[in-house]
C-alpha cells in the first residue's frame, strides 16, 4: 500500500477499507440525519428572516443550503429524473414528522406520536429504497384525488403493516421489503 499524502487521505482509506458494501449504509445514515438538520435550518432562517425582517437571516440560507447539496451529492452522486428533488423531500418530510411526533409524545399523546414515527420511518426508508434503485418507478401507479380511495390505501397499509412479520418467502410489498432492508443493512452501532 502506498503512503498516504496526508491525513485526509489516510482517513478515507481507513473508512473505505471498512465498507463491505459500496453504500456505508452506517455511515450514509448518520450523513442522512446531518442533511435532514440542514433543510431544517434552512427552513428556520427564512421563517427567521420573515418573522423578523432581517435579511441576514436569508443571506444564510444560500451557505446553509450548499453545505446540504455537497453532503447528498455523497449518498446520491447520480440521479434521473426528480429523485434529486423527492430525496430531500422524503428526508424533510421524514424529520418533520420526527418532530411533531415528540411534541406530541411530550404531550402524552402516545398512540399519535408512535404513528408519526412509523410513517417518518416509512418515509425514511423510501428515501433508501429510492436511491438505492429499489423501487421500480413504472410500478407506481397514479391514485386519483379521491379521501375515500387514499383512506382505503391508508387502511391497507396500516393492516399490512400491523399483521405479523411475514415469512421470508412470502411476497412483499415494495415498502415492506425496503423496511426489512434498511432495519438490517442500517446499523449505526457497526463500526
Known amino acids: 500500500m502506498n503512503k498516504a499524502k496526508n491525513v485526509k487521505e489516510f482517513v478515507e482509506r481507513i473508512d473505505s477499507s471498512k465498507k463491505v458494501n459500496p453504500k456505508d449504509l452506517s455511515s450514509d445514515q448518520d450523513l442522512t440525519i446531518a442533511i435532514m438538520n440542514l433543510i431544517s435550518i434552512e427552513e428556520h432562517l427564512v421563517f427567521s428572516g420573515a418573522k423578523t425582517g432581517k435579511t441576514a437571516f436569508y443571506d444564510l440560507v444560500e451557505e446553509v443550503r450548499e453545505k446540504r447539496k455537497t453532503l447528498m451529492q455523497k449518498i446520491i452522486p447520480a440521479y434521473e429524473g426528480e429523485v434529486?428533488?423527492?430525496?430531500?423531500?422524503?428526508?424533510?418530510?421524514?424529520?418533520?414528522?420526527?418532530?411533531?411526533?415528540?411534541?406530541?409524545?411530550?404531550?402524552?399523546?402516545?398512540?399519535?406520536?408512535?404513528?408519526?414515527?412509523?410513517?417518518?420511518?416509512?418515509?425514511?426508508?423510501?428515501?433508501?429504497?429510492?436511491?438505492?434503485?429499489?423501487?421500480?418507478?413504472?410500478?407506481?401507479?397514479?391514485?386519483?384525488?379521491?379521501?375515500?380511495?387514499?383512506?382505503?390505501?391508508?387502511?391497507?397499509?396500516?393492516?399490512?403493516?400491523?399483521?405479523?412479520?411475514?415469512?421470508?418467502?412470502?411476497?412483499?410489498?415494495?415498502?415492506?421489503?425496503?423496511?426489512?432492508?434498511?432495519?438490517?443493512?442500517?446499523?449505526?452501532?457497526?463500526?
Open 84 to 191: 434529486w428533488c423527492i430525496s430531500k423531500h422524503l428526508l424533510a418530510s421524514s424529520m418533520r414528522l420526527m418532530e411533531v411526533g415528540t411534541k406530541q409524545q411530550s404531550l402524552g399523546n402516545k398512540k399519535q406520536a408512535y404513528d408519526l414515527f412509523n410513517q417518518a420511518y416509512d418515509l425514511y426508508c423510501l428515501f433508501w429504497g429510492l436511491n438505492m434503485n429499489m423501487l421500480n418507478i413504472d410500478d407506481v401507479k397514479w391514485i386519483e384525488d379521491n379521501v375515500e380511495d387514499v383512506k382505503k390505501l391508508s387502511a391497507k397499509v396500516n393492516a399490512a403493516v400491523a399483521e405479523e412479520p411475514a415469512k421470508e418467502d412470502a411476497p412483499q410489498g415494495a415498502l415492506a421489503k425496503m423496511k426489512a432492508f434498511v432495519r438490517k443493512a442500517v446499523d449505526c452501532c457497526i463500526e
